[in-house]
């Protein structure tokens, strides 16, 4: 098994942090966990809700990370290689309004161990049930991601788009993630890159690099979903060079 494992959390006004920190602290195999949370500019109380939470769970490693630069792609980069840097093997990511379920160290510790191919490691996106919950998100929560990869993969006439990894469900090698160059550190105004990584990592080291696990589940909140529309989702990421013009960045980090 892989004895140690690195969650970067990149964090941007969120207050519900303390709901993602507390699921990474219920995981059922935390032996060797570590949490490097990378706050990219918040405004708010995010840094001392997480201050507290650290403070008031001292057996959950919780290290805060501070990045400038806007973008989730800025502050992912600086916390996979500060956790890479730290000696982590294997290093995950979700966000700061996301759940992980209890068994999703388990899972990524286990496909690692056991399957030398996989570089990469994605799985099933679940609706949270915040504020922003409505009873239609499972439905279309279960659809929704499998839909835009096909139309992705068509769009760009490239398989590579049928297994990209979504940001807040995802694990990678620390090897893989420096030979391919890691996250670009973009914006959302720009590029998603999660979506960017994916296929890069399926470029350059086989399509059989990536892995979509079903049973590694994570719920998100919809609060993107809410504020754009799901029409407007699908064209913010089937065509990028339109945000900010016909569609409006909405800067969720």
């Known amino acids: 098994m892989t004895d140690r494992l ?36 918040s405004t708010d109380d995010t840094v001392q809700r997480v201050q507290r939470f650290a403070a008031d769970h001292p057996d959950l490693a919780v290290r805060i990370l501070a990045e400038p630069q806007k973008g989730t792609g800025a ?8 956790a890479i840097a730290d000696g982590f093997t294997v290093v995950a990511r979700t966000d700061g309004d996301s ?5 999703w160290a388990a899972r990524i510790r286990a496909t690692f161990s056991r399957d030398a191919t996989v570089q990469l490691l994605g799985g099933t996106s679940l609706p949270l049930r915040d504020r922003y919950y409505r009873w239609s998100d499972d439905l279309l929560m279960s659809g929704a991601l499998r839909f835009l ?8 006439l490239d398989a590579a788009y049928l297994r990209f990894v979504a940001g807040h469900n995802m694990a ?21 890159e ?56 909405i800067d969720v980090r």
């Open 6 to 41: 690195a969650v970067v959390v990149p964090v941007f006004n969120e207050p519900d942090v303390a709901r993602a920190l507390e699921a990474l602290r219920r995981q059922r195999d935390r032996a060797g966990l570590s949490v490097y949370v990378v706050d990219n500019g």
């Open 75 to 82: 502050a992912c980069d600086t916390g996979f290689r500060t």
């Open 99 to 103: 759940e992980p379920a209890e068994d």
């Open 149 to 156: 990869r096909i139309l992705m993969a068509v769009a760009h």
């Open 172 to 192: 990678v090698r620390a090897s893989a993630y420096v030979s391919t160059g890691g996250f670009e550190r973009t914006s959302i105004d720009r590029r998603d």
């Open 194 to 249: 999660d979506i960017d990584f994916s296929v890069r990592v399926s470029h350059r080291l086989g399509y059989d690099a990536v892995r979509i696990d079903p049973q590694l589940k994570v719920a998100t909140s919809m609060r993107r979903v809410r504020r754009y529309g799901m029409g407007m989702m699908g064209i913010h990421h089937l065509v990028p060079a339109l945000r900010g013009k016909l569609i409006r960045t």
